[in-house]
């Protein structure tokens, strides 16, 4: 789960698609509640991930066998959601479902989306946590399932260095393990980090998902954010620090080399060359073939009670319904939904590649990263939303923390971190009044 931030639009026909969107809103807000037009209807999913797709058309040709409805499912292609979702949505034929990820994206398509509450897709869920709604309060989309990201550890590695994964309970105890390795990775065969490359395919993995501990502990302090905030602290940017250095100088290969990465952090993991590896709940299957005895830690970063942390949860993967489409259309989308979460097979199916899925009737998961996740949650721990999806101009801001990060790797030192700082903090402010000039 790379970066997927649906943030933005510039509809050619905004002004005479928005004028039809009270009177579809009125007509289908029971929509899916069963009978209607929903045979005459037509469903147009755009998918923005594309990992999913081999699994969707197999989808699509079971919901047809089932229901006599072919749905058209197109998958945009990685980092294009935006653009095609924008070129799709000012087309006769567009999308009926699509995906609204994050606050940034209720602001942007919000008036585009159907008010879900009420509907039978609504009825099926088991949580509201993973929903997003407007400043009015309506429905504007709903999470269809949920991932995790973390510290993904090998217990049988970290046990052959005489250490016990169970003991790794904060910074402090993490610092210990990983340092050791590190000091006899010569003798051992193994490191304590792989590489965390900062080319495009990875520096995510940082400048995203590692950067949610300070927006987390931000938020948390501030009583919890609705909305982007036009500045940041950077309170726990130090903290940051203290688990970035840890990963950069405890690894596989030198600090300085990661910039134009290539070094496969995934395929090192999997191949047994080191301990730990920053990812998510959807690289589960791929690295538990190769290495089944994982788990995935929290971010400890020395944070006062980070004993009781959990892992960051949640999701940019939430359901639209286009509220500019035909009733019949909106009918025979919701009924596909439910569908979806439902259906034995189907959602057996979606959970395998998705994960969870906050449905009640969906298939269980077979994820251990997400099992850890419910684990930790049912032993007390807090759960570290994702903060990071109120990033303002996501992939400028990111790119100038990853040019700063590149800076530091190369040299090490006061000056370098600050610009870092820079980056990460007054950075925030920038691309926020960019966003919202």
Request: glycine residues 8%; contains cysteine; negative net charge.
């Amino acid at each position: 789960m790379a970066s997927n931030n649906i943030t933005r639009r510039s509809f050619l026909g905004a002004a005479g698609i928005a004028a039809s969107t009270l009177a579809a809103c009125g007509g289908a807000g029971g929509a899916g509640e069963g009978g209607g037009n929903a045979a005459a209807g037509k469903v147009y999913w755009l998918n923005f991930k594309p990992e999913l797709d081999e699994t969707l058309q197999t989808i699509k040709d079971m919901y047809k066998e089932a229901k006599g409805i072919e749905p058209k499912i197109v998958t945009a292609a990685s980092g294009t959601y935006n653009q095609t979702l924008t070129s799709e949505m000012d087309k006769t034929d567009a999308p009926t479902m699509f995906v609204i990820g994050n606050a940034a994206g209720v602001k942007e398509w919000g008036d585009f989306a159907l008010d879900l509450k009420g509907t039978a897709i609504e009825s099926e869920l088991n949580t509201d946590a993973y929903n997003l709604y407007d400043e009015s309060g309506k429905l504007v989309s709903m999470g269809y399932c949920y991932e995790c990201y973390g510290i993904v550890a090998n217990a049988d590695l970290i046990a052959k260095a005489g250490h016990d994964v169970a003991d790794i309970k904060d910074f402090a105890s993490l610092e210990a393990v990983a340092t050791d390795i590190h000091s006899r990775a010569g003798e051992l065969g193994f490191d304590a980090f792989v590489a965390t490359d900062m080319d495009d395919s990875s520096s995510w993995r940082v400048t995203g998902h590692l950067a949610n501990l300070d927006y987390f502990y931000e938020e948390r302090d501030d009583g919890g954010w609705d909305e982007c905030p036009a500045t940041i602290k950077g309170t726990y940017v130090e903290n940051y620090k203290k688990l970035y250095d840890l990963a950069i100088n405890n690894s596989t290969v030198e600090p300085k080399t990661l910039a134009t990465g290539g070094h496969d952090p995934a395929q090192q993991f999997k191949d047994g060359k080191a301990c730990f590896f920053f990812t998510g709940s959807w690289d589960y299957a791929d690295l538990a073939a190769a290495q089944p005895n994982i788990h995935m830690l929290p971010y400890y970063c020395g944070v006062d009670g980070e004993e009781k942390a959990g892992l960051n949860c949640g999701t940019e993967n939430c359901w639209a319904v286009n509220a500019n489409a035909s009733e019949a259309d909106q009918q025979a989308t919701i009924d596909f939904m439910v569908w979806l979460v439902t259906d034995p097979d189907a959602s057996a199916l979606l959970v395998e590649q998705l994960g969870i899925m906050p449905y009640n009737n969906a298939a269980e998961s077979t994820n251990g990263f997400l099992n850890d996740a419910a684990d930790y949650t049912s032993n007390g721990c807090y759960v570290m939303d994702w903060a990071t999806n109120y990033q303002p101009n996501v992939d400028d801001y990111r790119a100038a923390l990853v040019s700063a990060l590149n800076a530091y790797n190369a040299n090490p030192s006061d000056k370098t971190w600050a610009d870092v700082r820079t980056a990460f903090v007054d950075g925030w402010a920038t691309q926020y009044k960019k966003a919202n000039a």
